[in-house]
């Protein structure tokens, strides 16, 4: 699992011209991997007021309709913050916090979509972005133990591909999502907080194991 690279906020600090009044009204995309220039005009904003420690700020932003449109651009937007190498680790940390923060145990949404990322967060070399991405699965632990029926955000928006190849995509059922935070990621909390090669181990002996028992004894219904 590598961290992905994205294109560091390209706006100057000598600009003039105040980066609030550059924000849209609405994306051309829904999801922030598919909308770059907008990302980078919206990152200088909140990389900014995370450095500031400008609580009122993260909060105007949040609630900008840019946000609102769609339940989906807050936490890709948080997403791809924290796997951006170049930024810093409490502004990678912050937007990992961020996530849990939005996520309510009665949400019907699946976020499944935003495993990888998280375990991601997990390999950081840097301690604080480890102990983020633990919480982050605690709270998802959470919403995948309520009897909500939910829906998976993301399915067909997350990322800028032909739509041909994103209908081949496999999403996992629920009890599987459950199953994997429940029996295979929360007991090794603890551990990845620790070293941030173990999730590595952990991902690793799941796929070597696969196949070698039934998926309903694998991963059993709840």
Known sequence: MMEVEYPNPTISATMT?????????????????????E???ISEIYSV?????NRSNIEKLFSSPLFLSSPLSLPTFLARTWITLSYSTSIRSAALTH???????????????FLPHILVALCAA????????????TQLHQVYSSSTKHSIIGLME???EDVASLNTLK???IPEVKWLLT??????LAECKLDAGYIHRVVGEILNHAGKKSKKEQYPSP
């Open 183 to 188: 029996h295979v990621l929360l007991p090794k």
């Open 49 to 53: 007021a995370v450095t500031t420690s």
């Open 158 to 160: 997350m990322y800028a």
């Open 99 to 113: 996530f849990a923060d939005i996520i309510s145990p009665d949400t019907t949404h699946d976020l499944q979509g």
């Open 17 to 37: 011209v105040d980066p609030w009044s550059l924000i849209p009204s609405e994306l051309a995309n829904p999801s922030f991997f598919a909308s770059p220039t």
């Open 39 to 41: 990302y980078n005009i």
């Open 126 to 137: 840097e301690k604080p972005i480890r102990e983020a991405a633990c919480t982050v699965l």
């Open 171 to 173: 999403w996992l059922s």
